[in-house]
């Protein structure tokens, strides 16, 4: 009996090495430059926030490979990749959160498709406070018809996705909402909820971005822009010179924020998950052959509402046809946040 025994743990453990040897390993190689060019950054720590720190095994032509990064030490890797690219440091210490990053094979009807989940944020560190910079979330499929190597492609694109989010942070000024290194974990609640603009009521004016926005600090050259009956036409500035193109995210008027999309401007709603518009795909992303507001070119519209003529009432009018959408502003970013069937073609 004990002989028995003795051979089946034999057998598995041949099984086990079999099974072993066959998956094969991609690695994430961590080569993409992430040098600042403008000397401030002094390091780049690393806070792995995942649960499971395995990412996950993909298949390429029949054959598992499991992803992984160079080295298990991640925290030695990811310090030692910046000193390699910023050998000239400055004093700000900056953070790169990983918050999920999973790799799985998806059964498709005739073979099989990776798929890719990444999210991750970025800070920096003063006064021994956290401050937001940006954040990225990855959803994305591999099928094998689209590339010869999936396994070396999807790793390839983890580490494009991390060098760019750590050199766009660089240029980031960031949210000037300071959080304590046991609140990183909840971050996005935790931020949204001390930003003047979702805590209190709105300041009259315009706002030339998001941070200026998610801040309530109106831009103090430019003002609304109103017809005889009251109605906002678009934007000026203080000066009364109007005859130039400059971005603009929202406006506020008597209160009402309304924000900036190609096409119009439309009034922010909020409710439970935070601040959205009602709005059709043309309105968010219109054709480049359609002339998006009267007495405006393309170019003009996009550049920020500044020379245009809105006409609120007139736009609902002109959208009553279409199909609308709930579409969120992420609290963080400004960003749209597009529902399920959402399309950017009519």
Do not use: C
Request: proline residues 3%; hydrophobic residues 35%.
């Amino acid at each position: 009996m004990r002989k028995l025994k003795d051979m089946k743990k034999i057998f598995f453990l041949v099984l086990f090495s079999a099974f072993a040897s066959a998956q094969k390993t991609q690695l994430i190689e961590l080569r993409n430059s992430i040098k600042d060019r403008n000397h401030l950054a002094k390091s780049l720590t690393l806070i792995d926030l995942r649960e499971d720190k395995n990412i996950g095994t993909v298949s390429h032509r029949k054959e598992p490979y499991e992803l992984k990064f160079e080295s298990e030490d991640l925290g030695k890797l990811f310090a030692e990749w910046f000193s390699a690219d910023n050998k000239e440091q400055g004093s700000t210490e900056y953070f790169l959160m990983l918050e999920d990053l999973k790799a799985i094979d998806i059964p498709t009807e005739r073979t099989v498709m990776a798929h890719l989940e990444m999210k991750m944020a970025t800070f920096l560190k003063r006064n021994n406070k956290y401050y937001f910079l940006k954040k990225s979330k990855v959803s994305k499929d591999y099928e094998p018809k689209n590339h010869a190597y999936v396994t070396r492609v999807m790793a390839a694109g983890i580490s494009a996705q991390i060098a760019n989010i750590v050199k766009d942070s660089y240029d980031e000024k960031g949210l000037n909402v300071p959080i304590s290194e046991t609140e990183l974990e909840n971050y996005e609640k935790i931020i949204s909820e001390r930003l003047p603009a979702y805590s209190g009521s709105f300041t009259d004016g315009v706002y030339t971005d998001y941070k200026s926005f998610a801040e309530q600090k109106p831009d103090k050259e430019l003002v609304v822009r109103k017809n005889t009956e009251g109605r906002i036409k678009g934007v000026k500035r203080t000066d009364g010179y109007d005859n130039f193109k400059r971005d603009i995210f929202a406006v506020v008027d008597n209160g009402i924020a309304y924000k900036r999309t190609p096409t119009t401007l439309i009034e922010l709603e909020k409710d439970n998950e935070g601040y959205f518009i009602t709005a059709s795909a043309e309105e968010i992303f219109p054709p480049d052959n359609t002339l998006l507001i009267a007495g405006t070119s393309n170019a003009g519209a996009i550049g920020g509402l500044v020379a245009a003529v809105i006409d609120i009432t007139a736009a609902k009018i002109r959208r009553q046809n279409a199909k609308y959408y709930r579409i969120g502003i992420d609290a963080l970013t400004g960003e749209y946040i597009l529902p399920e069937g959402f399309s950017k073609s009519r």
